[in-house]
């Protein structure tokens, strides 16, 4: 059921919320949280696609919000509110609201959103592009226990893996970071079952997926070990390799679906490691509200810290014949070029 409401308020959403829910049958309400998506026209069909689907396995009241850009000084004036909300069939397995706010109301959005929350339910807030520099300081960001953003959406995801380093607050996740999920649990499984001493790493991906950044720090910031990170044409993640004592273990996946774990002295075998929609994404994230300590080591590991890390314009073949470089190795080059100048000035 739908119902659209134009220069409304608050208080009669959820009013249509009681009437909606009274008219489909079912009064009751048995949602466990709030998702609110802060999106724009664009976009805002394939994020409430996921965000429903993702409502299957966590009934959720999920509000949009959509911020209409004032063309002229007058409309910017004209501050307006308009709604959709959608109960039953057309909204998964909760409610959702759809909130189009116009002038200066844009500006105001927590003060629309507040009344629409769930009482005594955890509020998650998602950016599934154009995320805030800081979310917990976002006005939006503020109302929620856990802030979702995505680097893969950005002009440069390196660069927004280290504002979200530097912006990190309790709560806050990325879902660069879950796409990464199984990739970590294998590699975590592999050495488990054969424990050896992992003497460097080498993560391998298309260039501008801030996904291999975060494996490659995750490694080095728990292996304690030099990490490469190195390009390939995809999609995504294609392999990471493991130097060992014993020799080495290989995840590679290069065509996106099915992976093969080879490690010395055991056959070869086929893993499922394909890659997961948004709204699998989504749900993984939902499923744990509490703060993601082991996110917060990784992204604040760095990625300047990668031994050779790619740049986006140069070849993969170029930078895999480079030999690895650490932190150390670095300061002692620079330390030779610094001397070199001194000398040459005198």
Known sequence: MKIDLTETTSSKINQALVSARRAVGTP????VLTLVIVTDEENAYDALKAASDSSREHPSRIIAVIKRVSRSPRSRRDARLDAEV???????????????????LANHAQSVVLPLLLPDAPVVLWWPEDAPSDPA????GALAQRRITDAYSAEAPSAELELRARSYTPGDTDLSWTRITPWRSMLAAALDQKPVEVLSATV????ENPSCELLAMWLADRLKVPVRRTLSAGPGLTAVRMETKDGTIVLDRPDGSLATLSMEGQPNRAVALKRRETAELLAEELRRLDPDNTYEATVKFGVENLAGAPKADEPAAAKASEPAATPTAAKKTAAKKTAAKRAAAK
């Open 28 to 31: 009751a309400i048995g949602m």
């Open 86 to 104: 959608r109960v039953g069939s057309d909204s998964g397995s909760g409610e959702t609201i759809v909130l189009r706010l116009h002038g200066e």
């Open 137 to 140: 300081k976002d006005p939006l």
């Open 204 to 207: 391998e991906g298309e260039s």
